[in-house]
């Protein structure tokens, strides 16, 4: 196997501003080591601020406007938790279409905490195994999703994480999973 698996992969990186940033940076790591490029989508113009720890954390450009991005010009995609982040996307009508276009196309999907919820308005957890965070356990559940206790669960394409959980074993799950999955949808193509 290569070492760069995601090579010649463009994942999505849905953000607004109070986002978890080392939910963000952590996994997009793993992910530019695997040999993936990454942009960041969001509704917001310029740029997008972090959340880190207990304050603002830096400042990323927007790469992609949620307004014009297709779920067809990616690989895959990454939603960071952040209940600002994820408060805000979930009043845009097309957080919604964007990540529809994922889950019925099969690709490979990444979703931290709260960010589940957005999955959930979205109508694509129907019988899903996924950890959620408590915030989201709700939303999840009313969806028809499948809770877990576990703190990384894999189900099919979609890998979702909690509110605990080892980022190394996460940032693991989800290259090989954003791996395997594209693999298979190419094979298929």
Known sequence: MSDQPLAGKTIAILVASGFEETEMTEPQRGLLASGATMKVVSHEQGLVNGWHGK?????FPVDVPLSSALAADFDAVLVPGGFRSIEK???????????????????????????????????RLQGRAVAASTEATEAAEAAGAKLS??????DRNLVTISDEYDMDAVKRAIVHTFTEVTDNLAAAA
């Open 149 to 154: 206790t576990e703190p990384t669960v894999t």
């Open 55 to 59: 304050a603002w954390g830096h400042y």
């Open 89 to 123: 996307l979930a009043g845009v009508a097309h957080t919604q279409r964007f990540l529809r276009g994922f889950a019925d196309a099969g690709k490979p999907m990444a979703v931290f905490g709260k960010a589940i919820s957005l999955l959930a308005a979205a109508d």
